[in-house]
T-cell receptor
Framework: SQQGEEDPQALSIQEGENATMNCSYKTSINNLQWYRQNSGRGLVHLILIRSNEREKHSGRLRVTLDTSKKSSSLLITASRAADTASYFCATDGETSGSRLTFGEGTQLTVNP | SAVISQKPSRDICQRGTSLTIQCQVDSQVTMMFWYRQQPGQSLTLIATANQGSEATYESGFVIDKFPISRPNLTFSTLTVSNLSPEDSSIYLC???????????FGSGTQLSVL
């Protein structure tokens, strides 16, 4: 079943601003991952955060994980027009065997 | 990393026919999965492709409709059978080197059924 819920569904910002996307889930997880998808094609992995981690950084990306609230956030700082894409969270449940469950996604538009 | 070649990239098929999608990985991987993404929606896992044995299907997906082969650790095929317009979607192959690791995705197959 689809357990990831993301908000907002769509986000439109100006270049240089920060973008924050949120993800909630329902079951216990081994890790939570964020992916990016351009124009409905293949997904690209952005960052993986394990259940015993609270925050992780990668370049302009910052991910937080709150397992008590079953939620995660993805922050993109100093956004660029090239960041325009759909962003998905995906959870690897404790019993899923790496079968990820994807959230509904956030469509981010960065205006030049 | 893993480089995945997925073919075809797109196809237009007639109702009642079948389409076979190929997924070739540049190195051996433990886990291979097939996902479906219906227009404007998120990804839904169809099945886990198991090397040398029958695939493991998720609820709502059956082998007769989505037969899967995985003859070795670098190659898999997904067939979408008896096509109907409701099968129009993007189909994505993905792999992971090991359990609990990130997924690498193919570029997807855009299927349109007339």
């Amino acid at each position: 079943s689809q357990q990831g819920e993301e908000d907002p569904q769509a986000l439109s910002i100006q270049e240089g601003e920060n973008a924050t996307m949120n993800c909630s889930y329902k079951t216990s997880i081994n890790n939570l991952q964020w992916y990016r998808q351009n124009s409905g094609r293949g997904l690209v992995h952005l960052i993986l955060i394990r259940s015993n981690e609270r925050e992780k950084h990668s370049g302009r990306l910052r991910v937080t994980l709150d397992t008590s609230k079953k939620s995660s956030s993805l922050l993109i700082t100093a956004s660029r027009a090239a960041d325009t894409a759909s962003y998905f969270c995906a959870t690897d449940g404790e019993t899923s065997g790496s079968r990820l469950t994807f959230g509904e996604g956030t469509q981010l538009t960065v205006n030049p | 990393s893993a480089v995945i070649s997925q073919k075809p990239s797109r196809d237009i098929c007639q109702r009642g026919t079948s389409l076979t999608i190929q997924c070739q990985v540049d190195s051996q991987v433990t886990m291979m999965f097939w996902y479906r993404q219906q227009p404007g929606q998120s990804l839904t896992l169809i099945a886990t492709a198991n090397q040398g044995s029958e695939a493991t299907y998720e609820s709502g997906f059956v082998i007769d409709k989505f037969p899967i082969s995985r003859p070795n650790l670098t190659f898999s095929t997904l067939t979408v059978s008896n096509l109907s317009p409701e099968d129009s979607s993007i189909y994505l192959c993905s792999v992971a080197r090991d359990r609990g690791e990130k997924l690498f995705f193919g570029s997807g197959t855009q299927l349109s059924v007339l």
